[in-house]
Every structure is written in C-alpha cells, then in structure tokens.
Nanobody, 123 residues
Framework: QVRLVESGGGLVQAGGSQRLSCAASGGTFSSYAMGWFRQAPGKEREFVAAISWGGITYYKDSVKGRFTISRDNAKNTVYLQINSLKPEDTAVYYC?????????????????WGQGTQVTVSS
C-alpha cells in the first residue's frame, strides 16, 4: 500500500511562487511514475505534470514554462514548483503514483492518490 501526502499549499499573491511537495511511503518510490493533477471549484480534475521513474517530464501545454516537476528518490518525494502564479491556478493540487511505472496525463492510469493541498492565488 502506497501512501501519498501533499504539502506546501496556501494563499499566495498573483505573480508569486509556490513549491508543492508529495511524500510517498509504503512502496518502492524510485520505480513509480508520479503525476500532479489539480481540481478547481466547479471543474473536473485536470492533468498538470508527470515525471517518469527515470526523470522524464511531461506537462500540460498551458503550464509549460511556469511549472516544474522534479523528484528526489532518496527522499521519496516529488515536487511541483509553480512560478508566476495566476488566479486561475487556484485549485486543490493532487499528487498521484502509477506503480506500474509509466507516466501519463490520464488520471485513471494512476493507482494511488494523495488527499490534495489547496493553492489559492489572490489577484
């Protein structure tokens, strides 16, 4: 059983930066693909970024250049650095693990999810 715990959310002004963390436990983190998704109020959950077990990254087109996903296998942690925050980035951000190893922008390919962390961007 894999447990994922996100942290780092909060209230931030537009134009600011935020680094989200997701700590994994209970499995072999270094072999998992990891993803970040977000869900804004009244909207469906959407893909944001993913990283393979080997460090290959993949982003939603609209966040390229502002979001950076990375991982530290020694700490069993995946990060999402968000720069130049916009009010439309306001959402609950979830990390997810695919223990089968491949990364994807489809939520149903991930078999473990965290509880989410709220990011609120004020204008």
């Amino acid at each position: 059983q894999v447990r994922l715990v996100e942290s780092g959310g909060g209230l931030v002004q537009a134009g600011g930066s935020q680094r989200l963390s997701c700590a994994a436990s209970g499995g072999t983190f270094s072999s998992y693909a990891m993803g970040w998704f977000r869900q804004a109020p009244g909207k469906e959950r959407e893909f944001v970024a993913a990283i393979s077990w080997g460090g290959i990254t993949y982003y939603k087109d609209s966040v390229k250049g502002r979001f950076t996903i990375s991982r530290d296998n020694a700490k069993n942690t995946v990060y999402l650095q968000i720069n130049s925050l916009k009010p439309e980035d306001t959402a609950v951000y979830y990390c997810a693990a695919n223990t089968r190893g491949y990364y994807s922008d489809y939520a149903d390919r991930y078999n473990y999810w965290g509880q989410g962390t709220q990011v609120t961007v004020s204008s």
